[in-house]
């Protein structure tokens, strides 16, 4: 079998948000345990520049959710950002995995030269719909996962290589 458009996409982002909601499950039972404010993990950030866990969920979600829409030519779904909780967070991932769920590889597939335009506060961004999901969608999910990793790791939540990377 080929690697396609669509096996390079969805199915990899649906594997990372499963790792994902794993990750958060495991900081809100530690919390839990240890009889902590959770708002002192999912607020927390590696630096004082960076983002706090809360964002880099969403930005990992929208991520994910974006590209499958823009692949596929649909309108990408807007969620709110309004999430502060573990539960918040996690119910997120599960909507975006049931999104996520809804493509076919027949939507995606021969989106290689689809033409993809973001704008963002810094300016237009044009891609290729490979460039712009092997070189920007990619890299981003996994820098925002890794960064909701790290800080509970941080944080002394006991988490593993094996929890980001799922089970085979």
Do not use: C, W
């Not at 630096?47 to 823009?70: C, E, N, S």
Request: aromatic fraction near 10%; proline fraction near 4%; charge should be neutral.
């Amino acid at each position: 079998m080929s690697l396609t458009m669509y096996s390079a996409s969805v199915p990899a982002f649906i594997r990372l948000l499963g790792n994902l909601r794993v990750i958060l499950e495991k900081g809100a039972a530690h919390a839990e345990s240890r009889k902590l404010d959770a708002a002192s993990l999912t607020g927390f950030r590696l630096y004082p520049d960076m983002f706090p866990l809360t964002r880099q969920v969403q930005i990992a979600t929208d991520m994910v959710k974006g590209a499958a829409a823009r692949l596929a030519g649909q309108d990408v779904p807007r969620y709110e950002d309004t999430e502060t909780t573990f539960a918040e967070l996690i119910a997120r991932v599960d909507k975006t995995l049931a999104f996520l769920g809804q493509f076919r590889p027949d939507q995606i597939d021969g989106s290689e030269g689809k033409a993809i335009q973001l704008k963002s506060p810094r300016g237009e961004m044009n891609f290729t719909g490979h460039d712009y999901l092997q070189f920007f969608v990619l890299p981003n999910a996994y820098f925002h996962a890794t960064t909701v990793y790290n800080i509970l790791r941080h944080n002394g939540v006991e988490l593993g290589k094996q929890d980001f990377l799922g089970r085979a």
